[in-house]
Every structure is written in C-alpha cells, then in structure tokens.
C-alpha cells in the first residue's frame, strides 16, 4: 500500500489551524448552517459557501469551477484556483 503525505510549514499549518478556528466558531455562533432546524425548531444561520448545491458551479471569487471531491465518509467542496492542495 502506497501512503502518500504533504509535509507543510509550522507556518501554513497555524494559518490552517486559524482559519479552521475562525469557521468553526462562526458556524457554532450561527447555530448550524442554513436549511436545517435547531433543537426548538429555529431556523440556523450559517451559510455554506462550497456544498452540494454548488459543486460544479463557478466560485464567484476566482471565476473557476467548484470542485467535489469524495472522502471516506463525506465530501468536500473547492476552488481549485483560490485553495492550493
């Protein structure tokens, strides 16, 4: 079985973990994203830039079209142009 891995920065791995902070915190603040219902049936408040409604589509920032790809267990959403792999 081939492993493969990215060795990152100190750096880009305390930007990573920043930003990461930053939406987590926003979306628990928010109560969940859009089109879901809390506990007592409110509306959430957290909307989603890059799901499943937008795959495929083009990002408004960069012009560039959305990429999906599938993960063990889920899927993730983005730009191939705006967030380097």
Do not use: W
């Not at 049936?41 to 799901?51: F, L, Q, S, V």
């Not at 990429?67 to 063990?72: Q, S």
Request: with cysteine; proline share 4%; glycine share 6%.
């Amino acid at each position: 079985m081939i492993k493969l891995y990215y060795v990152i920065s100190r750096q880009v791995s305390l930007k990573a973990y920043f930003f990461l902070f930053i939406i987590l915190h926003s979306a628990i603040e928010l109560k969940g994203s859009t089109g879901e219902l809390d506990l007592y049936g409110n509306p959430r408040k957290y909307i989603r830039i890059m799901d499943k409604e937008s795959a495929y589509k083009e990002y408004k920032r960069c012009g560039t079209r959305i990429i999906k790809v599938n993960i063990p267990g889920s899927s993730t959403y983005f730009s191939p142009a705006c967030q380097k792999i």
